[in-house]
Protein backbone atom coordinates (compact mmCIF):
# COMPACT_ATOMS: atom_id res chain seq x y z
CA UNK A 1 0.00 0.00 0.00
CA UNK A 2 1.61 3.02 -0.91
CA UNK A 3 1.92 5.58 1.91
CA UNK A 4 0.34 8.83 -0.27
CA UNK A 5 -3.06 6.68 0.04
CA UNK A 6 -2.70 6.25 4.19
CA UNK A 7 -2.08 10.19 4.64
CA UNK A 8 -5.04 10.95 2.35
CA UNK A 9 -7.29 8.43 4.46
CA UNK A 10 -5.96 9.86 7.83
CA UNK A 11 -6.10 13.37 6.55
CA UNK A 12 -9.91 12.25 5.30
CA UNK A 13 -10.85 10.90 8.86
CA UNK A 14 -9.44 13.41 11.03
CA UNK A 15 -11.43 16.16 8.97
CA UNK A 16 -14.92 14.30 9.83
CA UNK A 17 -17.22 15.87 11.56
CA UNK A 18 -19.29 13.05 12.67
CA UNK A 19 -17.81 10.13 13.92
CA UNK A 20 -18.94 6.58 12.96
CA UNK A 21 -17.49 3.74 15.41
CA UNK A 22 -17.64 -0.26 15.58
CA UNK A 23 -17.23 -1.35 19.17
CA UNK A 24 -15.58 -4.55 19.56
CA UNK A 25 -13.96 -6.66 22.59
CA UNK A 26 -10.50 -6.00 21.43
CA UNK A 27 -11.09 -2.44 21.34
CA UNK A 28 -12.75 -0.26 18.60
CA UNK A 29 -12.96 0.70 14.68
CA UNK A 30 -13.55 4.34 13.29
CA UNK A 31 -14.82 3.93 9.95
CA UNK A 32 -12.88 5.82 7.40
CA UNK A 33 -15.08 5.17 4.20
CA UNK A 34 -16.94 2.83 2.55
CA UNK A 35 -14.09 0.52 2.20
CA UNK A 36 -11.94 1.66 4.92
CA UNK A 37 -11.69 1.95 9.02
CA UNK A 38 -9.18 2.53 11.66
CA UNK A 39 -8.91 -0.19 14.28
CA UNK A 40 -7.64 0.77 17.21
CA UNK A 41 -6.43 -2.46 18.93
CA UNK A 42 -5.77 -2.50 23.06
CA UNK A 43 -2.61 -4.30 23.79
CA UNK A 44 -3.60 -8.48 23.91
CA UNK A 45 -6.65 -7.68 21.91
CA UNK A 46 -7.23 -10.00 19.73
CA UNK A 47 -10.24 -10.46 16.32
CA UNK A 48 -11.84 -13.35 15.33
CA UNK A 49 -10.59 -15.99 13.11
CA UNK A 50 -12.34 -14.84 10.00
CA UNK A 51 -12.05 -14.81 6.70
CA UNK A 52 -14.14 -13.11 3.54
CA UNK A 53 -16.47 -14.17 1.50
CA UNK A 54 -16.93 -12.46 -2.15
CA UNK A 55 -18.28 -13.22 -5.38
CA UNK A 56 -15.67 -10.98 -6.78
CA UNK A 57 -12.36 -13.24 -7.07
CA UNK A 58 -10.04 -10.40 -6.90
CA UNK A 59 -11.82 -9.22 -3.46
CA UNK A 60 -8.54 -8.68 -1.25
CA UNK A 61 -7.49 -6.79 2.13
CA UNK A 62 -4.66 -4.37 2.50
CA UNK A 63 -3.71 -4.12 6.58
CA UNK A 64 -1.78 -1.41 7.22
CA UNK A 65 0.13 -0.41 10.79
CA UNK A 66 0.36 3.04 11.75
CA UNK A 67 1.52 1.97 15.46
CA UNK A 68 2.40 -0.62 17.88
CA UNK A 69 3.21 -4.42 16.95
CA UNK A 70 1.02 -6.86 15.82
CA UNK A 71 0.74 -10.42 15.08
CA UNK A 72 -1.09 -11.50 11.60
CA UNK A 73 -2.33 -15.45 11.59
CA UNK A 74 -2.24 -15.55 7.83
CA UNK A 75 -3.79 -19.09 6.96
CA UNK A 76 -1.09 -21.28 8.96
CA UNK A 77 1.71 -18.43 8.68
CA UNK A 78 2.38 -16.46 12.06
CA UNK A 79 3.47 -12.80 10.85
CA UNK A 80 5.12 -9.95 13.00
CA UNK A 81 3.79 -6.81 11.74
CA UNK A 82 5.69 -3.25 13.09
CA UNK A 83 4.82 0.02 12.04
CA UNK A 84 4.73 0.84 8.07
CA UNK A 85 4.15 -2.53 7.68
CA UNK A 86 1.67 -3.26 5.09
CA UNK A 87 0.19 -6.89 3.73
CA UNK A 88 -2.68 -7.76 1.29
CA UNK A 89 -5.16 -10.46 2.36
CA UNK A 90 -6.85 -12.07 -0.64
CA UNK A 91 -10.60 -13.61 -0.27
CA UNK A 92 -11.02 -16.73 1.39
CA UNK A 93 -7.52 -16.05 3.14
CA UNK A 94 -8.37 -17.09 7.07
CA UNK A 95 -7.03 -14.81 9.08
CA UNK A 96 -6.96 -12.56 12.81
CA UNK A 97 -4.44 -10.11 14.41
CA UNK A 98 -3.49 -10.20 17.49
CA UNK A 99 -2.02 -6.71 19.36
CA UNK A 100 1.39 -7.61 21.30
CA UNK A 101 1.49 -4.14 22.10
CA UNK A 102 -1.12 -1.05 21.68
CA UNK A 103 -1.68 -0.82 17.97
CA UNK A 104 -3.51 1.27 15.65
CA UNK A 105 -4.39 -0.55 11.84
CA UNK A 106 -5.40 0.77 8.67
CA UNK A 107 -7.33 -1.67 6.61
CA UNK A 108 -8.69 -0.85 3.15
CA UNK A 109 -10.65 -3.57 1.51
CA UNK A 110 -11.83 -3.70 -2.48
CA UNK A 111 -15.60 -2.40 -3.30
CA UNK A 112 -17.57 -5.65 -2.75
CA UNK A 113 -17.13 -6.62 0.82
CA UNK A 114 -18.92 -9.74 2.72
CA UNK A 115 -17.43 -10.61 5.25
CA UNK A 116 -18.24 -14.36 7.18
CA UNK A 117 -16.66 -15.15 10.65
CA UNK A 118 -15.98 -18.91 10.66
CA UNK A 119 -14.27 -19.65 14.15
CA UNK A 120 -13.23 -19.77 17.05
CA UNK A 121 -13.56 -17.84 19.97
CA UNK A 122 -15.60 -14.86 21.51
CA UNK A 123 -17.81 -13.24 19.23
CA UNK A 124 -16.10 -9.77 18.51
CA UNK A 125 -12.73 -11.19 19.79
CA UNK A 126 -11.55 -10.68 23.30
CA UNK A 127 -8.34 -9.34 25.30
CA UNK A 128 -6.10 -12.04 26.17
CA UNK A 129 -5.00 -12.55 29.19
CA UNK A 130 -1.73 -11.66 30.48
CA UNK A 131 0.33 -14.95 30.59
CA UNK A 132 -0.85 -15.75 27.36
CA UNK A 133 -0.26 -12.83 25.70
CA UNK A 134 4.12 -13.05 27.32
CA UNK A 135 3.97 -16.84 26.10
CA UNK A 136 3.58 -15.50 22.58
CA UNK A 137 5.74 -12.44 22.64
CA UNK A 138 8.55 -14.93 24.44
CA UNK A 139 7.99 -17.25 21.11
CA UNK A 140 7.95 -14.38 18.40
CA UNK A 141 10.60 -12.46 21.03
CA UNK A 142 12.69 -14.28 23.10
CA UNK A 143 15.25 -12.41 23.75
CA UNK A 144 13.34 -8.93 24.21
CA UNK A 145 11.86 -8.17 27.76
CA UNK A 146 8.58 -6.94 27.08
CA UNK A 147 7.47 -3.66 28.10
Known sequence: ???HLVKLAIEQMENRHGRVEEEH???YADIICSTGKKLY???GGRSTLHHDVS???DYFKDFYV???VVLLELEDTPI???ETDSIKIHRDQVHRFTALREAEIIEFCSPERG???IDAGPEGGEILPEKQLN???NKYFPNQRRL
Open 25 to 27: NWG
Open 80 to 82: IMY
Open 115 to 117: EKE
Open 66 to 68: DKG
Open 1 to 3: MEN
Open 41 to 43: VNE
Open 55 to 57: LYQ
Open 135 to 137: EIW
